[in-house]
């Protein structure tokens, strides 16, 4: 039987490709994020062999976007540290609950050699979940909340009411027969009185001496209560004041603080801004781009 | 008022009998001598901070190595902390641990030392929140330690293909099951992920105006002689039994897969055939 042979050329290339993708850990593969809010994932390209290796970056999602794209990225050899952002951003008409989903990919560009040429792609994903109240539960007026205690509840907090009323009275009946120790104790009540007054008034106005400013006007002490105002940092953790901050900056790596802080947003900035409501703060360290630079302002003004 | 006069002077004669045995006993007391034995005992060392705000991502195929920093303050004076004793271990359930015996002090002032310790983290170490666990002694052996703190590690996906390409060569007309020259390719997995699916876009061969048809081919992860999946022009198609894991234990884990063609007997003429584009594998 005459064979006929089909010839594949044997061209072997002399080179194989190796790529990694690093990206920040994330619990249960997902992240939360509350309806409006913006975050910036970082994914580190990564090449751990000697050649040089240019490579395509697909993202696929209907919330993220890639921050200054390319259309290629070269990956030198032993190289570790090719950024990419991914610009993640929750509408803000989205409801609790929904979850979306992002996915990327790497591929290297590989030559068509002229036989069967082997690529590959590496692929990755994961979910981001919209967190925060569900809106009937914003929009549920307050007022409704009592309807739901209960009658015997109403009749004992009434009688409570009957009864520390009584024992009032009580107290002052008894406090009117004896006319020594109530005179005693309205000269030392009228006494404390004056007292107080003339301290707080001292206070006040050291106070008015040394910042030049009325004590209510200070913001410093404000701790939010709302958790829908608190700066929420990765990994869970958030801020509730201005002070913990200046604590969290302590602690806070590069990583985290470019998260924040970089040439296309200033959260801390938006967020004092915003929430606190203290403009001229938040213009000072609008610009800032080193972790020591914003403490320096934040202690400065007297955080 | 004269009652109010009355108890007040009764108030008086009261308080004087009350608190005259009260002075008796104070005079004697102030009079008396006794002693105070004060023991001042050795002071454990406090771990009182640890950087544990580490997130380190892993390198491909290479070790990381992660700095964390940690206090020690002691009230006995930084001279009484012993160097040597400093220690770092990070642990995760399941996995090897990382550690460092042998901090290195990186000075102190009043009663905290600082030290640094380098833990290498290998490619293949699970992702996720592993827990700092701190130790020292002092110069008494008394010992502390603290596992409050955490260290996350990032996410890796890597692989190597070890083919760039794969060829037939003297396949014959109407020859069955012929292994490619290449068999097998290999997947190398070089991350801290499991790949668990891997599916194959082939693209049909072609010489001319003749074409030999990407259904010809299978490919299959375990050397079935053939058996295998059928390829599909332009289709990713996917290849059962082809997880490769992370490389537990440093064990390099590799995943295979081999391809082959069965040749038509006929419609063909002698010559190179080549594919139209690069065939792809993607992994998840």
């Known amino acids: ?303 | 008022m004269k009652n109010t006069v009355l108890t007040i002077i009764v108030f008086f004669i009261l308080l004087m009998v009350i608190s005259a045995p009260v002075l008796e006993y104070v005079k004697a007391a102030t009079q008396g001598s006794f002693s105070v034995r004060l023991d001042l005992s050795n002071s454990l060392p406090t771990i009182s901070w640890v950087n544990n705000s580490v997130s380190v991502s892993p390198l491909e195929n290479s070790i990381r190595t992660t700095f964390i920093q940690f206090n020690v303050t002691d009230s006995n004076g930084i001279s009484d902390i012993n160097d040597s004793s400093a220690k770092l271990v990070l642990s995760y359930s399941g996995e090897p641990t990382r550690y460092n015996l042998s901090c290195v002090s990186g000075g102190g002032t009043g009663d905290t030392k600082k030290y640094v310790c380098a833990v290498d983290m290998q490619y293949y170490d699970r992702d996720g929140v592993w827990t700092i666990n701190v130790s020292v002694k002092d110069l008494s052996s008394s010992y502390t330690d603290n596992l409050t703190y955490t260290m996350t590690y990032g996410t890796l996906t890597a692989m190597v293909l070890n083919k760039a390409s794969m060829n037939f060569s003297n396949a014959a007309l109407g020859e069955q099951n012929k292994a490619s020259d290449q068999n097998p390719m290999i997947i190398n997995n070089r991350g801290n992920q499991n790949i668990s699916m891997v599916n194959v876009t082939a693209f049909n061969l072609i010489k001319g105006s003749e074409t030999l048809d990407a259904t010809y081919f299978t490919m299959n992860a375990s050397d079935g002689n053939g058996a295998g999946y059928q390829l599909q022009n332009n289709t990713p198609v996917r290849i059962n039994n082809s997880f490769v894991p992370r490389d537990l234990g440093g064990v390099d884990v590799n995943g295979s897969l081999y391809l082959y063609v069965d040749v038509p007997s006929s419609g063909l003429t002698q010559g190179a055939f080549n594919s139209s584009s690069n065939w792809l594998i993607d992994v998840s």
Do not use: C
Request: aromatic residues 8%; proline residues 4%.
């Open chain 1, 1 to 303: 039987m005459k064979k006929i042979y089909l010839f594949f050329l044997i061209l072997l290339l002399p080179y194989v490709y190796s790529l990694g993708m690093a990206s920040t850990y994330l619990q249960e593969n997902t992240l939360k994020l509350e309806p409006g809010e913006s975050y910036i994932y970082f994914i580190t390209l990564q090449n751990g062999d000697d050649i040089d290796v240019n490579a395509e970056f697909f993202l696929n999602s209907e919330i993220a976007e890639i921050v200054n794209p390319k259309e290629t990225y070269l990956l030198k050899g032993k190289s570790y540290d090719t950024e990419i952002m991914l610009n993640i951003t929750i509408p803000k008409e989205d409801s609790p609950g929904k979850i979306y989903s992002v996915s990327y990919s790497l591929k290297p560009i590989a030559d068509n050699r002229g036989q069967i040429s082997m690529n590959f792609k590496l692929n990755k994903d994961f979910n981001v979940e919209v967190i925060g109240e569900a809106k009937e539960n914003i929009e549920k007026p307050v007022a409704e909340i009592p309807s739901s205690e209960s009658p015997s509840d109403i009749n004992i907090s009434l009688i409570m009411a009957i009864l520390i009323i009584i024992s009032l009275m009580t107290v002052a009946l008894l406090l009117k027969r004896s006319s020594l120790v109530a005179n005693v104790v309205e000269k030392l009540y009228n006494k404390d009185i004056m007292k107080t007054d003339i301290e707080q008034k001292k206070i006040e106005q050291k106070l008015i001496k040394i910042t030049n400013k009325e004590p209510n006007e200070s913001k410093k002490s404000i701790v939010l209560t709302d958790s829908k105002k608190y700066f929420y940092l990765p990994h869970g953790h958030h801020l509730k004041s201005i002070n913990e901050l200046v604590h969290a900056l302590e602690k806070m790596n590069e990583d985290t603080f470019k998260h924040h802080v970089n040439m296309h947003k200033n959260d801390f900035a938006n967020w004092i801004s915003g929430v606190f409501d203290d403009k001229e703060l938040a213009q000072k360290i609008h610009n800032v781009k080193s972790k020591e630079e914003l403490k320096e302002i934040l202690k400065n003004e007297g955080y």
